[in-house]
């Protein structure tokens, strides 16, 4: 029998300030890394004030961690201690593993309205990759299947597999699934997901009811109608089980849905840089400050 998934936790993203001074909205973090265990961070950064995204991120490390980076509007300029160098426009998406060490940087500007928005998403490597040689995906537009389905329901395979449409991504250990999804009114997508994945949804437009009314989970302390009636940058904490619900009535929404298997390794986190134990931490921070951060073993051309 088919176990539909409840509501664990919900919560609306907060503002943080980052890089050089970039005012942005952040799903999920540091401290709530252990629920959300492949992942370790979601950000939005969508805004239509140049103030709030000019000063974007200048050159920082990273090492243990995979940075997924999907822009809506205007662009992030980028570059990289790999030789690479670019943007990220409208409907792209840069997949980035840091494994073993990589400094960059990204500088977004707006559209012609001043507009950029996206969303950085952070996943966890596993002890056995966080020292690969780094890798860079850059993934335009064009090459990202959109699946329409008869209802109307519009999806974006970033990663993942629905059918047999396939997203571009592949070869990574959390195999996860990436979807932006948008459903129309008075519509309702089923969407299995394997047990023991970890799977979270992020309203990105309008709202909609994440799962049946007698699916909210029993242990949760908030309002049943409230929490499964979720609207514009609220994320939704899913339990285990084996398929979602999504409904919506007057109003459209769109969301992005992940999911990904859960690593289950100790984590030591500070900063860009995510590993293992204190001690990888601390010679990683070593090995940026005396000028060995970088491998030899780097990718230059993934």
Same mark, same amino acid.
């Given at each position: 029998?088919?176990?539909?998934?409840?509501?664990?936790?919900?919560?609306?993203?907060?503002?943080?300030?980052?890089?050089?001074?970039?005012?942005?909205?952040?799903?999920?973090?540091?401290?709530?890394?252990?629920?959300?265990?492949?992942?370790?961070?979601?950000?939005?950064?969508?805004?239509?004030?140049?103030?709030?995204?000019?000063?974007?991120?200048?050159?920082?490390?990273?090492?243990?961690?995979?940075?997924?980076?999907?822009?809506?509007?205007?662009?992030?300029?980028? $570059?990289?201690?790999?030789?690479?160098?670019?943007?990220?426009?409208?409907?792209?998406?840069?997949?980035?593993?840091?494994?073993?060490?990589?400094?960059?940087?990204?500088?977004?500007? #707006?559209?012609?309205?001043?507009?950029?928005?996206?969303?950085?998403?952070?996943?966890?490597?596993?002890?056995?990759?966080?020292?690969?040689?780094?890798?860079?995906?850059?993934?335009?537009?064009?090459?990202?299947?959109?699946?329409?389905?008869?209802?109307?329901?519009?999806?974006?395979?970033?990663?993942?597999?629905?059918?047999?449409?396939? #997203?571009?991504?592949?070869?990574? $250990?959390?195999?996860?699934?990436?979807?932006?999804?948008?459903?129309?009114?008075y519509t309702t997508w089923f969407h299995p997901i394997p047990s023991g994945r970890r799977a979270f949804a992020y309203v990105i437009d309008g709202e909609g009811f994440f799962c049946r009314k007698d699916d909210i989970d029993g242990s949760s302390s908030f309002d049943e109608e409230s929490s499964r009636l979720?609207?514009?940058?609220?994320?939704?904490?899913?339990?285990?089980?084996?398929?979602?619900?999504?409904?919506?009535?007057?109003?459209?929404?769109?969301?992005?849905?992940?999911?990904?298997?859960?690593?289950?390794?100790?984590?030591?986190?500070?900063?860009?840089?995510?590993?293992?134990?204190?001690?990888?931490?601390?010679?990683?921070?070593?090995?940026?400050?005396?000028?060995?951060?970088?491998?030899?073993?780097?990718?230059?051309?993934?």
């Amino acid at each position: 029998m088919n176990r539909a998934r409840k509501i664990s936790r919900v919560s609306t993203s907060k503002p943080v300030l980052e890089g050089a001074g970039v005012r942005l909205k952040r799903a999920f973090g540091f401290s709530e890394q252990p629920l959300f265990d492949p992942f370790l961070l979601l950000d939005d950064f969508r805004s239509s004030d140049p103030e709030e995204y000019l000063k974007g991120f200048p050159w920082h490390p990273h090492r243990g961690i995979e940075t997924i980076t999907y822009v809506l509007e205007g662009y992030v300029e980028h $570059a990289d201690s790999m030789g690479n160098r670019g943007v990220i426009a409208a409907g792209e998406v840069q997949w980035m593993t840091a494994g073993s060490g990589v400094i960059h940087e990204e500088m977004p500007f #707006g559209n012609e309205r001043n507009e950029v928005a996206g969303f950085q998403l952070w996943a966890n490597l596993p002890a056995s990759q966080k020292m690969m040689p780094p890798r860079y995906r850059g993934i335009a537009a064009h090459e990202i299947p959109l699946l329409r389905l008869e209802n109307g329901i519009v999806i974006r395979i970033v990663c993942g597999r629905i059918g047999e449409m396939d #997203g571009p991504v592949h070869g990574i $250990a959390i195999d996860p699934e990436y979807l932006d999804v948008a459903l129309p009114p008075y519509t309702t997508w089923f969407h299995p997901i394997p047990s023991g994945r970890r799977a979270f949804a992020y309203v990105i437009d309008g709202e909609g009811f994440f799962c049946r009314k007698d699916d909210i989970d029993g242990s949760s302390s908030f309002d049943e109608e409230s929490s499964r009636l979720l609207e514009n940058r609220t994320l939704a904490l899913f339990t285990d089980g084996e398929s979602i619900t999504v409904t919506t009535e007057d109003d459209p929404v769109r969301f992005l849905l992940v999911s990904g298997n859960p690593l289950d390794e100790p984590v030591a986190w500070h900063g860009p840089i995510v590993m293992n134990s204190r001690q990888e931490l601390q010679t990683a921070f070593d090995e940026f400050r005396n000028g060995t951060f970088i491998k030899k073993t780097e990718n230059r051309h993934p």
